[in-house]
């Protein structure tokens, strides 16, 4: 655990790359969980994330799930389940309907086709609280869709996203960016291509004083793009998983991609499945377990971690116990088909919390 000098020192580093001061990050956030009692005790308004909520922006898309297969079938074979199911779908409905079930205020912007307002998926989003007041409906555009096939704990998807072309239009509209100023946190659930496109309007953002984070997904030309570093700049944090992770850095370990995403964004998390997730803390790395879970669908875990994360650290956690959080969301979330159906309530992921102590 780093000294509360070693804390203040961090802070001051960052704020030579930072234009936000010290109260987008509680002290808390910095400090093991033996402490966290105390620094929540002290804290005060000023330094606590102003409670006005997340806002999560990004891709939308009906998750059609094909889980319980018996093998993956070859070219031109059919392989028939019985278990199937429809979902919201993409990082922006789970890491929101994740974040709203915990009591975050949440609100959603995203363009679907007109396709969508009658749809149970969208309607799923609605009724679990969420704003999408500031959302985009096309009229020619179908909704994205995605074919995921579950199988032995992973998965494989076929999509059609048209509609997701040049989303960075609907950032910039002026309605986004007045709903933008009555939040805290700004999530981005997209893939941000091509990343100097992207950075303006985040960069404005940040300067307004609203702390983003992203997590980009598995789309290798981002990944692997030489102007990716100077986006993750804008970041506090970036939640890759391990794959991700690694190709994003050109590292061929998680210890060593970590590390050198901490050079680009101020707190880099790395997701590892079942072995829980590490982040980089004044340039140490922190590791945290997970849950242990039979795993039926593993589409949407990633996301459904990011909610957690996020609901904790709005709610002022520790470092460490929002990393809790996420990791038993995303195991959670691997139990049963689609990423948003088995959300825990506040009270059990606390009770999941202390089994992790």
Wanted: charged residues 25%; positive net charge.
């Amino acid at each position: 655990m780093p000294s509360s000098s070693g804390s203040v020192l961090l802070i001051r580093k960052a704020l030579k790359y930072r234009y936000q001061n010290v109260s987008a990050f509680p002290r808390a956030f910095f400090v093991g969980h033996s402490n966290s009692a105390m620094m929540r005790s002290v804290m005060t308004s000023a330094s606590a994330p102003r409670d006005r909520g997340l806002v999560v922006f990004g891709e939308f898309f009906f998750d059609l799930v094909f889980y319980d297969l018996t093998r993956i079938p070859r070219m031109g074979e059919e392989v028939k389940t019985t278990s199937f199911a429809r979902f919201p779908g993409g990082g922006l409905a789970t890491t929101a309907l994740v974040a709203a079930s915990l009591g975050t205020r949440t609100k959603a912007i995203t363009r679907v086709g007109r396709d969508a307002l009658a749809s149970p998926e969208w309607q799923k989003l609605v009724q679990g609280g969420i704003s999408t007041q500031d959302c985009e409906f096309d009229p020619r555009l179908p909704t994205a869709m995605t074919v995921c096939a579950a199988f032995d704990g992973d998965r494989m998807m076929i999509t059609h996203d048209t509609i997701n072309l040049k989303l960075e239009k609907l950032l910039e509209r002026s309605g986004v960016q007045k709903r933008l100023g009555t939040a805290s946190h700004l999530h981005m659930a997209c893939r941000l291509w091509p990343p100097q496109v992207w950075k303006p309007a985040i960069h404005r953002l940040r300067k307004r004083g609203l702390t983003v984070s992203a997590d980009l997904g598995w789309n290798p030309e981002v990944l692997e793009s030489p102007r990716l570093p100077s986006l993750l700049k804008e970041f506090e944090f970036a939640f890759p998983n391990e794959p991700e992770a690694r190709a994003m850095t050109g590292e061929k370990t998680v210890e060593a991609a970590a590390r050198k995403l901490a050079r680009w964004v101020r707190v880099p998390v790395v997701k590892l499945g079942p072995d829980g997730s590490l982040a980089v803390r004044a340039g140490k790395i922190l590791r945290v377990k997970s849950i242990r879970v039979r795993t039926v669908d593993a589409t949407g875990a990633g996301d459904a971690f990011n909610g957690g994360f996020l609901h904790g650290y709005l709610a002022g956690w520790p470092l460490e116990e929002s990393l809790q959080a996420g990791n038993i969301c995303g195991a959670l979330a691997t139990t049963d088909a689609g990423g948003c159906s088995a959300i825990p309530t506040r009270k059990n992921l606390r009770r999941l919390m202390r089994k992790l102590r």
